[in-house]
């Protein structure tokens, strides 16, 4: 079972019927309790930072206890943000610092936000690309990530800079894109996750 945490910022209906679709059980939840016993976890988001941070909180210690336990964590676009330190969009409000690095607002010379197919580059091997090439997948966001540890980033994508898109750590798993909006080869994304729950 994956447990899709209800904090209030999140594509919820989107990312479970993405699981719905590859045939996997899944079910979102702000009880602290299925948090704290969940398989694997799944932090989805839209939205500003600092207000999904601040809905979030509640649930921090139960998201580092699951990640220091080792289970599987997936985190997807502003869900990747609030595994970083900081960002530019709300300097004042820590996010949970599972990656040291910041999140920064996309470079002027392209439109903001970045909406629309971008092709991956795969740099290193991570679980949840498992077969997974040059593919293009689904990207909506007005900021990127930087992590301290370059060594974090397994696939980037080319937006007038190379926007980190996949960051793979021990069971940390995490997508600037969709994979839920990002037809064929997001499933495979998502199916390459939930063999690691199996």
């Known amino acids: 079972m994956i447990t899709i945490i209800n904090y209030g910022s999140g594509n919820l209906k ?16 702000d009880n602290a309790d299925m948090i704290k016993d969940a398989e694997a976890l799944v932090l989805p988001g839209v939205g ?7 809905n979030l909180l509640k649930f921090q210690d139960l998201i580092l206890d699951h990640i220091d336990s080792g289970k599987p964590f997936l985190g997807v676009c502003l869900g990747l ?16 610092n ?5 999140v920064k607002r996309l470079p002027p010379g392209n439109k903001i936000p970045h909406m629309g197919w971008n092709q ?18 689904y990207f909506v966001h007005s900021y ?12 980037v994508a080319e937006y007038g800079i190379d926007v980190p898109a996949v960051l793979c750590r021990d069971n940390i798993y995490a997508t600037q894109f ?17 063999k690691l729950v199996e």
């Open 98 to 102: 599972v990656f040291p690095g910041e």
């Open 81 to 96: 943000h609030l595994l970083f330190s900081h960002s530019q969009e709300s300097n004042n409000i820590p996010g949970l």
């Open 48 to 54: 500003a930072f600092g207000t999904a941070m601040g």
């Open 14 to 29: 989107s990312i479970k019927n993405g699981f719905s679709k590859i045939g996997a059980d899944s079910l979102f939840t």
């Open 178 to 194: 969709h994979p839920e909006k990002s037809g064929k080869t997001g499933l495979d994304i998502l199916k390459n996750f939930v």
């Open 120 to 137: 991956l580059k795969i740099i290193k091997n991570c679980p949840i690309l498992e077969g997974i090439g040059s593919e293009y997948v």
């Open 144 to 155: 990127y990530v930087v992590p301290e540890n370059k060594d974090v980033v397994s696939a």
